[in-house]
């Protein structure tokens, strides 16, 4: 066999320290296909095949993720998620029958999930981190159920009775129990955003609803006192043009601010999280723009419902896209250096809970 | 020669590689690295897109391969087959296939999987759901949009009297009670609760005048409580709302909502047709003439210049097409048929 050592390497081998930024190379119309093809599995097989249409999905998306020259991967067992989809449907419903019907059952079901969903969660964070690697190497999550129930149920609890004033807290403490038990093979990551910094975020955010709302009432005001300006002049007769006129700004001023809260919340708080989370002593950027997320989501919601649903999957490219590439690792040494940890295996239980109940807020 | 990269599964160190067929072996040679596996023990990753795809050997290593026409030539000369699913996904023809049927499917559960069984799930709730549902939303409109009634308390007896001496039907469902409340923002109006409790809102009484149009009305949503239609409209606005909520993700809820609000509207015509038809069967059964129900109709039409948005009217499908469905076939008899 001959030997290529001196051909060029069909992979980029980084030297060390020039940031690297990860690039995604998906497309939409490519994923299209594979989409509705599962798609159509998923509703003929009554739902079973949903659990193979998700790991494809996530490989596609992973594979497709590339870092210094070399893609993700996604490794997770659809029989594993099918069992996980099973356990968190009846969990879903029984939790949503409990809600709806105040019964004496009502607090026993909700006690039940609230002692279960910690520990559902965190085995859900270790099934996607086990399952994903970079370069052959799987990442590996290991926080304790003791952090898991601190995080969720304490925290939780007391977000609730501070009226939550407490969330900016309870989410930073989130965070930091995610990522400071996260590793890459053996390199552990940490976190090192304080609460303070999430405070800033959620308070800039509730300061500009409160401005907009201020706005608002006084451009209504305003509104209604020209009208009122103008029937007098005309002699009691509105025109309902300029009536319309105000209606519809109002309105559509307010549409804007329902959409644009969600995106720029993301990516304030996305930026806030990964600039300040280090795996080992690299250091890993994110700046995503609060202007394009709106962007990008409010467009993608408009052809999403123009389409009957058919743009969703150059929707979810176009996103994905937009949120991989604004982050970047900056090494500090090597980026070959890293080792694989000894394996280990889990099951998806949690993993399929915690994507129904969509708990997890970023990333 | 097929270029790749080799990982050994337990560092990230990139090889770069070539790859060969050799009989029945797969060949992997390069940096410090030559060795031969059985093709058979080789696991080869699906082609998605133009994402990299990976041979798998069993101790963990892989090789990493972008050149998949390349490789796809290289498989070509091994037992190698693709998967089914794998090869449909490319398929420009079975994409297409799969494209039609999903839109077919989505229209038709829309059109009838979805009335179907919202009116299953109606049918089959436990009727402590309806119940707890109603005094719910009964509170919470009492906070926010109805007032107590200012009809003196003999003609609001003398209304209910006249109510519950409306013979029901063969199979009728039973009747809950009347309630009074006045609404400037819902004008004249009566809706039906979950439970089946009506409620009847003072701008119809006076409106109606007359005691026979009122029952007319009445008759009109003891259609409504019979078909369960508050509860189907709850399930169905509730499953299309999750649906959304669900499909469309994180954009907003307030604008999952819309849709939803979008159907329930689009609905309720038909269910006002089964209403219509019910409370004229019970009409004629209590020896009145359906032809009260179009009068009443009439009259909300006439005490609703301009077709104003709120009252009994908005959701209703076209009023001179049910006044003619009214005055038409019911007055020859009972036309049992158009039942539900």
Redesign the interface.
């Known amino acids: 066999?001959?030997?290529?050592?001196g051909?060029e390497?069909?992979?980029r081998?980084s030297s060390a320290r020039a940031p690297e930024a990860l690039s995604f190379?998906?497309?939409g119309g490519?994923?299209?296909?594979?989409w509705?093809?599962?798609?159509?599995?998923t509703?003929v097989t009554l739902g079973i095949y949903s659990a193979?249409a998700k790991v494809?999905r996530l490989?596609?998306f992973y594979?497709?993720t590339q870092l210094a020259?070399?893609?993700f991967?996604f490794h997770g067992s659809p029989i594993k998620i099918l069992i996980g989809r099973v356990i968190a449907l009846v969990m879903l419903v029984c939790y949503n029958f409990s809600v709806?019907?105040?019964?004496s059952m009502t607090l026993v079901i909700l006690l039940i999930v609230a002692l279960v969903m910690p520990w559902l969660l965190r085995n859900s964070f270790r099934f996607r981190l086990y399952n994903t690697s970079?370069?052959?190497?799987r990442f590996h999550f290991r926080g304790g159920v003791a952090g898991s129930y601190r995080v969720f149920l304490l925290n939780g609890f007391l977000t609730l009775i501070t009226l939550y004033v407490m969330a900016p807290f309870a989410h930073q403490r989130l965070k930091a129990y995610q990522h400071d038990n996260s590793y890459f093979?053996r390199t552990q990551f940490s976190f090192h955003a304080r609460a303070g910094q999430f405070y800033r975020v959620y308070l800039l955010l509730l300061a500009a609803i409160v401005a907009f709302i201020v706005l608002m009432g006084v451009a209504g005001v305003g509104g209604a006192f020209s009208t009122m300006f103008q029937i007098q002049r005309q002699g009691g007769r509105v025109d309902p043009a300029l009536l319309i006129r105000t209606v519809l700004i109002l309105y559509g001023a307010f549409?804007l601010m329902?959409?644009s809260?969600?995106p720029t919340f993301?990516a304030l708080i996305t930026n806030l999280i990964w600039n300040n989370t280090r795996l080992g002593e690299h250091r890993i950027e994110c700046n995503l723009s609060p202007l394009i997320l709106i962007w990008i989501?409010?467009s993608?919601?408009v052809l999403?419902?123009l389409t009957?649903?058919?743009f969703?999957p150059w929707a979810s490219v176009r996103l994905v896209r937009y949120e991989i590439e604004s982050m970047r690792l900056v090494p500090a040494s090597d980026?070959?250096?890293?080792?694989?940890a000894e394996?280990e295996s889990l099951g998806a239980v949690g993993e399929e809970t915690a994507t129904v109940f969509d708990f997890d807020i970023s990333l | 020669?097929l270029?790749?990269?080799y990982?050994?599964?337990?560092?990230?160190?990139?090889r770069?590689?070539?790859l060969?067929v050799a009989g029945e072996d797969l060949?992997i040679?390069?940096?410090g690295i030559?060795f031969r596996v059985p093709f058979a023990d080789v696991k080869v990753d699906?082609r998605?897109?133009?994402?990299?795809r990976?041979l798998r050997f069993k101790d963990?290593?892989?090789c990493?391969v972008?050149?998949l026409d390349g490789l796809d030539a290289l498989l070509r000369s091994t037992a190698h087959r693709d998967g089914r699913?794998d090869r449909?996904?490319?398929n420009?023809r079975?994409?297409l296939f799969?494209?039609v049927?999903?839109?077919a499917?989505?229209i038709a559960a829309y059109r009838w999987g979805l009335p179907w069984a919202a009116g299953e799930g109606a049918k089959h709730l436990p009727p402590?759901?309806g119940k707890?549902?109603s005094v719910q939303t009964l509170k919470i409109l009492d906070g926010a949009i109805l007032a107590p009634s200012k009809i003196d308390q003999e003609r609001q007896q003398a209304l209910s009297a006249k109510f519950q001496s409306l013979r029901l039907q063969e199979g009728g469902t039973p009747k809950s009670a009347l309630l009074f409340r006045r609404s400037p923002q819902l004008g004249a109006n009566a809706f039906t609760l979950p439970d089946g409790t009506i409620i009847v809102l003072d701008d119809l009484v006076t409106a109606m005048g007359d005691d026979q149009l009122i029952l007319a009305v009445l008759a009109h949503e003891l259609g409504h409580v019979h078909g369960r239609h508050g509860l189907q409209l709850l399930l169905r606005s509730s499953a299309v709302g999750a649906f959304w909520t669900f499909?469309?993700g994180?954009?907003?809820s307030?604008?999952a909502a819309a849709?939803a609000a979008v159907v329930e509207a689009k609905y309720s015509q038909q269910l006002e047709r089964q209403a219509d038809d019910y409370g004229a069967a019970l009409l004629l059964h209590n020896g009145l003439s359906p032809g009260l129900l179009a009068d009443a109709l009439q009259k909300l039409t006439e005490s609703h210049p301009g077709a104003s948005k709120a009252g009994f009217l908005s959701t209703h499908p076209s009023t001179d097409e049910r006044m003619r469905r009214l005055r038409g076939p019911w007055a020859a008899g009972p036309a049992s048929s158009s039942m539900r």
């Open positions: 066999m001959e030997n290529i050592s051909g390497s069909p992979t081998i190379t998906g497309k490519e994923y299209f296909g594979i509705i093809v599962n798609l159509l599995l509703i193979w494809r490989q596609y594979r497709h020259g070399s893609s991967d709806r019907l105040q019964s970079w370069r052959g190497t093979g549409i329902a959409v809260i969600g993301r989501s409010v993608n919601f999403v419902a009957l649903g058919l969703m980026l070959q250096e890293f080792e694989a394996p | 020669m270029q790749a990269s990982f050994d599964g337990r560092s990230t160190r990139v770069a590689v070539s060969s060949v040679a390069g940096e030559d699906e998605l897109g133009l994402a990299p990976s963990g290593a892989f990493e972008r050149d699913v449909l996904q490319r420009l079975f994409v799969s494209c049927a999903c839109v499917i989505a402590v759901i707890t549902l499909y469309i994180d954009i907003s307030l604008l849709p």
